[in-house]
């Protein structure tokens, strides 16, 4: 039979737009959360990271806000550039006692048009 | 500076050959995880070594799966026999263990078993 695949959520964007990708978390116990950019035919790419006892955290065009009330994260990208298509992934870790280990959400694919 | 170096990039071989993957992690960083990659299931950790010790390894598949990490600058991943559901992209990653860490990733081996 014809196998299914994961069909990522898109979002497709002009270029010099802002963009928003949302991500929602599962383990209200996760204390550090990640943003990762995988270009095709690449391993994903650190963006930014935030620890829980913040809420907005920003780098150069790349803002990253949290929510813990309701386990939501966000990335916002300033002034989108066709250089940001890429699936983007959000991880949550519990650095308690779990030594490292990521949970990866299953990621939302940039498009943008130039 | 180099990051996670993997090898080979692609690798074709027919079911039943022995496939085994190599990873140089950053130097300096003690955390190493195999991930694999698939449209169907997206990114799964597969195992995890701290300080060359294997952490957690309930994400590998069946027993014909094997990682080894003989000393701190390198892994290797081994499926041996292999069959055509391996097929798959497969990442390696590194971290300090300490604190609130990213994990860094290597660009991947893509593998086709025939």
């Known amino acids: 039979g014809e196998s299914v695949g994961l069909h990522l959520p898109t979002l497709s964007v002009q270029e010099g737009d802002n963009s928003i990708i949302n991500c929602a978390y599962s383990n209200s116990a996760s204390d550090y959360f990640i943003w990762y950019k995988q270009e095709s035919g690449k391993g994903p790419q650190f963006i930014i990271d935030?620890?829980?006892?913040?809420d907005k955290r920003q780098g150069q065009r790349v803002t990253v806000l949290l929510n813990k009330t309701v386990k939501h994260l966000s990335l916002q990208i300033a002034a989108t550039q066709p250089g940001d298509s890429a699936v983007y992934f959000c991880?949550?870790?519990?650095?308690?006692?779990?030594?490292?280990?990521?949970?990866f959400g299953k990621g939302t694919k940039l498009s943008v048009k130039p | 500076d180099a990051g996670v170096i993997q090898s080979p990039r692609h690798e074709v071989t027919e079911m039943g050959q022995e496939v085994t993957l190599r990873c140089k992690p950053i130097s300096g960083h003690n955390s190493l995880f195999w991930y694999r990659q698939t449209m169907m299931r997206g990114l799964e950790l597969l195992i995890y070594f701290n300080n060359n010790v294997p952490i957690d390894d309930s994400g590998m598949p069946e027993d014909r799966f094997s990682a080894k990490m003989p000393n701190a600058s390198f892994s290797t991943l081994k499926i041996q026999p292999s069959e055509p559901r391996d097929s798959a992209v497969y990442f390696c990653?590194?971290?300090?263990?300490?604190?609130?860490?990213?994990?860094?990733f290597g660009d991947g081996t893509r593998l086709s078993i025939l």
């Open positions: 935030i620890r829980s006892n913040m």
């Open positions: 990653a590194s971290s300090l263990e300490r604190g609130n860490q990213p994990q860094h």
């Open positions: 991880a949550e870790g519990y650095y308690g006692g779990s030594q490292g280990n990521l949970i």
